[in-house]
């Protein structure tokens, strides 16, 4: 994503659609007075913003949404790009994995405990119910609550959010592996906190108190050494953090996800639904061009043969020269009705221009005003552009149509996504009866390029995620690994948000 985006504003264009003009209808004539026709757009639109006065403050630009409050910061999530934003961003995830540390601590003693209680009990079990209960029941649902509440510590200040398939075994399993984990998060916080009061108590009784800890004068090439030996600790001990929090991360994955076969299943299931989805998007497509077809440009052909056929039968010359009249016409809306279905199947201006301008020909075929935001560096793949096309189209079409909205707002961006680590891909998201899907992409670890579509705008809300058009978008993102989200509560606005990956 590019600091600065460039945003364009496209007023609507006013296109109705004409029906076909009946073979006797003669053409209206312009009336002699200045009052327009009806039907003729007016220079003034209604609802046009009148010229502000010299004190008045400048209204808001049209489309553009009011800026949100900052939302909660999370480990791994993209810093903001302002260099302050920054800085209080890094301070306030570091605070956050700091307390999880701490608290990661605490629970690695308590599990602890209950690792020494369940290998007695294990261990009874074993020798008394002749191999029938190798886990007692106490033991296995104290070993679930202790994983939740680890999952629950990830997800909040490590922000770790990975699935998590688990019985009671893998659940102990995990406990065995996470308690030395915590405890030696919890030694370097402990090496941390000694270190940092040794350096207080070292600069007290060097420039305060006088009274030399150890007998050791402040000399320059010692308070030298000291800076030097304790900068290189603190480092070496942050460091030590870092690689903690990512081993609690990689336990997590590695003892509570899904098995790589699992994930392998599971990856060919989705795989096989996103083909059979595909398939019926392009069959829905083709229906949608045979329909467009059959009641557009066919209707408009036949007018138009049964207009140059009355016309060589008209005996008189007026007559005639009238019906040809009328005959041109049709065939000029003929050509524009071919227009618009060639263009609703696929845009020219993706093969050349690209998805920029490609939008900008949506922008100004909609009736609604949009702006665009388009916030990427260098041109996408093409299946992704094809698919963020079709995304904003119908989006904007829908919004036209049937939201009741005044304007709608198109923002395109790159985003940086942590990918999770290890594993094959799970599969795409759908979306569903909330509007919301149920995950994107796995990787092989590392950062992963998405560039994110979003449409608002400010109509009544009530969008159907399951509904025909949005289903068919859901589907053509998941044929790309992505996701598609649609947020239309009752009273709008109606948010719809892809998150496509670039490759």
Known sequence: MTDSADTTAHPPRDRPRRAPAAPDAPAPAAPATGVPAPGVPTPAAPGAPTPAAPGDPAPPALGVPAPAAPAPPTPGAPAPAAPAERGRWVVRVVWRAGLGLAGGTVTAAVELVLLALAALLMAYALAFSRGQRAMPEIVAAGARALT???????????????????????????????????????????????????????????????????????AWWIVLYTAVAGTVLAFVAVQGLVGVVALERRVARRCLGPSPLAEYERRIAQLAVSRAEVVDAVDDERRRIERDLHDGVQQRLVALGMLIGRARRAGDGERARDLLRQAHEESRNVLEDLREVTWRVYPAALDGEGLRAALETVAERSPLPVTIEYGLDARPPHALEIAAYFVVCEAVTNAAKHSGATRVHVRVR?????????????????????????????????????????????????????????????????????????HSPPGGPTVIDAELPCG
């Open 148 to 218: 939740e509440l680890e999952r629950r510590r990830l997800a909040r200040f490590l922000g770790e959010r990975a699935e998590a398939e688990y019985g009671p075994l893998r659940a102990l399993a995990y406990l065995v592996l996470r308690v030395p984990v915590g405890l030696l998060g919890g030694l370097i916080m402990l090496l941390i906190l000694y270190g940092a009061a040794t350096g207080v108590r070292l600069a007290v009784s060097w420039w305060i108190t006088r009274d030399y800890m150890d007998g050791i004068p402040p």
């Open 414 to 486: 790159e985003l940086d996504r942590s990918a999770p680590a290890p594993g094959p891909a799970s599969g795409p998201g759908h979306a569903g009866p909330d509007g919301h899907g149920p995950g994107g992409r796995r990787g092989s670890g590392g950062r992963e390029r998405m560039v994110s579509v979003r449409i608002e705008d400010d109509g009544d809300g009530g969008a159907d995620p399951s509904g025909g058009g949005l289903a068919g978008l859901a589907r053509r993102a998941a044929a790309l690994d992505g996701t598609l989200t649609v």
